[in-house]
């Protein structure tokens, strides 16, 4: 149990346009959905925390209106990178919380590598 | 805020043991996590370890806490190739379900033959 994916697991996309990623947790309900972010030889970094029905929380410094988190429903969470520019190139992954019995852990995906030219 | 540190590299023999370590700042931390990743692959949880705990083993993965001094380290025993990876550590002060983790920038840990 508590498999996440993702999807895409790589995209290029061009300066100015927008890209969404999915995370979708296949065999729990996740209560809770977090979205990190990872520069090469870097940690995560943490950017939203997401409950399904609200509102994401942001950390400070993340841009709401250009990273976009809707969490729809208790298996899926989706990121919209808006109006993606070079500086936005870096791996994004998902972590979901809430599987039964393990109150303490987030499972990760296996994270989206997106490149901007 | 909190802060995670790790050293970057740690380079051990095949069969050997290997001692990662990891110091955090946060006085209030409650769960300390250690995750492993391979390359172009996400975070695998490898163990984690309650604040009011010293100790915890799980085969050849044994993790120590010393909460004085806000110092964790991970032991693997008999380091095999299949271990080389970057193993990152990680804290919680509300318990990780609940609000995202603060990790350190993860240590490469190199098997040499």
């Known amino acids: 149990g508590a498999v996440v994916s993702q999807h895409p697991s790589r995209v290029i996309c061009k300066s100015g346009t927008s890209v969404k990623i999915e995370c979708r947790s296949l065999d729990f309900q996740a209560t809770t959905m977090f979205w990190y972010r990872q520069f090469p030889k870097q940690s995560l970094m943490l950017m939203a925390t997401s409950n399904e029905g609200s509102k994401a929380t942001y950390e400070q410094g993340v841009e709401k209106d250009k990273f976009l988190i809707n969490h729809a429903s208790l298996t899926l969470s989706t990121l919209t990178v808006t109006s993606a520019h070079p500086e936005d190139s870096s791996f994004y992954i998902c972590?979901?919380?809430?599987?039964?019995?393990?109150?303490?852990?987030?499972?990760f995906g296996p994270g989206t590598r997106l490149t901007v030219t | 805020g909190e802060d995670v540190e790790q050293s970057l590299f740690l380079s051990v023999r095949e069969g050997d043991s290997s001692v990662i370590n990891c110091t955090y700042t946060?006085?209030?931390?409650?769960?300390l996590y250690w995750y492993k990743q391979e390359p172009g692959a996400g975070l695998q949880l490898l163990t984690y370890i309650f604040s009011n705990m010293d100790m915890k083993q799980d085969q050849r993965l044994t993790v120590l806490l010393n909460k004085k001094d806000k110092h964790l380290s991970l032991r693997i025993a008999d380091t095999q190739t299949g271990d080389s990876a970057i193993y990152f550590c990680?804290?919680?002060?509300?318990?990780?379900?609940?609000?995202?983790?603060?990790f350190g920038k993860g240590t490469h840990l190199i098997i040499q033959p």
């Open positions: 972590s979901a919380s809430g599987l039964a019995g393990t109150p303490h852990e987030q499972y």
């Open positions: 990680a804290e919680s002060s509300s318990g990780g379900g609940a609000d995202g983790l603060t």
């Open positions: 946060d006085s209030s931390s409650t769960y």
